[in-house]
């Protein structure tokens, strides 16, 4: 029995549900074409068994196959948006996290000094 990667044993359940649904999805855009598994396959570059694990949401199937799948019906293009980072709602998140902190830094700093020139001035006038 081969070795399970232990990614694919933690994947996440909606990640893993996700695949299924792409294999899923693939198997209905290549009935729609009317082309059996084995016209598909030899289009694909790939055997009959791999393109089946594909369909069934085998999540070790190479990202390399599922583009190329995804080029078959011309979806391919979605795959340079799928991690934009003007996407990445982690990073903007941790990205306005920095920006209100830099921000309460500055008004602090800021309104320390006015406290500071205000007493500098109140001596200088003693």
Known sequence: MPKTARALVQLPPSTSAAIEK??????????RRKESLKTWAMRMG???PTLQRLESGDPAVSIGIVATALWLIQRD???SHLA???QDRGAIEMDIREAV???RARAKASAQ???TNSRKK???KA
């Open 84 to 86: 934009a980072p003007e």
């Open 113 to 115: 000094s006015r406290t």
């Open 122 to 124: 109140t001596l200088d």
């Open 77 to 79: 293009g979605e795959l």
């Open 22 to 31: 792409l294999g899923a999805d693939l198997a209905v855009a290549r009935l």
């Open 101 to 103: 902190a830099l921000g």
């Open 46 to 48: 790939v055997s009959v």
